[in-house]
């Protein structure tokens, strides 16, 4: 194994650290400013014990590291509220550095304890300059509008209770995921984007029906985002803590007008004389969608068990919304007939989708196109869904990372499932 550090710039050391702290285990935030008070990277962990934020510093020196860049940092840490802030170099510090961070949330990483953490984390990739630099990180990938990331970043910064603010960077950065730009997708920016999800949650997702909203709508993202890294258990658990799987009432479907299980399915329209359509998009205020993809990631990672149990899930909900129809509801009894229609056409599309993700027929992912919040009403809110918006899972897997353990990741759905049982 090669790790060519004495060739590799400043950047190209931030690059090999921020690479070096996801195969760690924490999901890192690259940030794009200088002078930016010396802090590299923002690391983040989910870990008991250790969750939190990180703030890192990477310097890639000939000399020793003295006091005043400890001291600095330190600062910096408290007056961020950060768990800890971290040195990393290729050198080593001075006693005065050393003794300064003794007792304090400081952690000092030299050149002897990176050689054994590489020798830990890459022990059987080869790595050189090149090979280290192939992954840009999406601020500086082609295409990427550094400047109107770094304005809508700087406008949440000073308007931290808007959530305008938050939406106008959140749409900046779906954006290139919705219109599936691989190369800056799966450049960091996911995981920028899962973090700005977490945040809008935390912030906008507590209080009232509006909080409640925006706190699925952007679970529901989340999870979205999750399938993307190839992380389904995680992405299961989403769904597993805004509803249960088993208890989805789909009377409200009925009289809301939506029978679907991909967005090009029938439904009907109440305002223009009861008529039927077929849609090619949707606005989803429910999980079908979501499900949907689950299903697919399931069936694409070989998960007999848990494939099964939502296929299984999948036509119990379309057997009740068939049956449903039939019966005498004060409701839609005026529309029965057209119910019935509706019901069976989708009820047999169902069926054969269902049954060509069951045999691997070209798995899909389908990508959320925008969020509608409605503020008068936050009921009509959702996620607007097409049948032109997805992507191939067999398009995605090579972006995923190695260390990835499905089969853990099947046990722990498993377990999630028996909690709905």
């Known amino acids: 194994m090669l790790v060519d550090i004495e ?23 690259e940030t794009p400013l200088s002078g930016d ?11 008991p014990l250790y969750k939190g934020k990180y703030l890192i510093q990477c310097k890639r020196w000939e000399g020793n590291i003295g006091e005043p860049a400890v001291r600095d940092l330190y600062g910096v840490v408290l007056s961020n509220n950060a768990n800890k802030g971290i040195i990393i170099t290729n050198s080593f510090f001075t006693q005065q ?16 304890i990176l050689n054994n953490l590489i020798n830990e984390y890459f022990s059987n990739t080869f790595i050189t300059k090149n090979s280290i630099t192939a992954k840009t990180h999406f601020t500086k990938a082609e295409g990427f509008e550094l400047n109107k990331y770094i304005y809508y970043k700087q406008i949440v910064d000073t308007n931290k209770r808007s959530l305008d603010a938050y939406l106008d960077l ?34 906008f997702g507590v209080k009232g029906k509006k909080g409640i909203v925006i706190k699925g709508l952007f679970s529901r993202i989340k999870g979205t985002l999750l399938m993307l890294l190839g992380q389904i258990d995680d992405a299961y658990e989403m769904i597993h803590k805004i509803m249960e799987f088993n208890k989805q009432n789909f009377t409200y479907n009925l009289v809301g007008h939506y029978f679907y299980f991909y967005p090009e399915h029938y439904t009907y329209t109440a305002a223009l004389e009861s008529k039927e359509e077929y849609r090619s998009f949707i606005l989803e205020r429910g999980l079908l969608i979501h499900k949907t993809n689950m299903l697919n990631m399931l069936v694409y990672i070989n998960d007999e068990y848990s494939s099964k149990w939502l296929y299984d899930k999948y036509i119990s909900y379309y057997n009740f919304i068939k049956n449903a129809a039939y019966e005498e509801n ?5 529309r029965k007939q057209l119910l019935i229609d509706v019901a069976n056409k989708n009820y047999k599309l169902v069926n ?7 045999s691997k027929n070209k798995l899909k992912l389908f990508l959320p196109e925008s969020i509608i919040i409605n503020d008068k009403d ?38 999630l499932i028996s909690l709905n049982e």
Do not use: H
């Open 37 to 47: 008070s010396g802090v590299d990277l923002i690391a983040y962990s989910k870990e």
């Open 170 to 203: 959140f749409n900046f950065i779906y954006n290139y995921i919705e219109s599936k730009n691989m190369k800056i997708m799966y450049s960091g920016l996911i995981e920028e984007c899962i973090l700005l999800c977490e945040e809008i949650i935390k912030r």
């Open 378 to 415: 936050p009921i009509y809110s959702g996620l607007t869904y097409s049948i032109n918006s997805f992507l191939y899972i067999n398009d995605i897997v090579a972006y995923w990372s190695s260390n990835l353990d499905f089969e853990k990741q099947k046990e722990k759905i498993k377990f």
């Open 7 to 29: 060739n590799m710039d400043g950047y190209e050391f931030e690059g090999f650290i921020a690479e070096l702290l996801r195969k760690i285990g924490f999901v890192v935030e």
């Open 97 to 112: 550095a050393v003794e300064f961070a003794d007792g304090k949330n400081i952690e000092l990483i030299d050149g002897n």
């Open 352 to 358: 054969e989708q269902i049954e060509s993700v069951m």
């Open 330 to 334: 004060e409701i839609i009894v005026k």
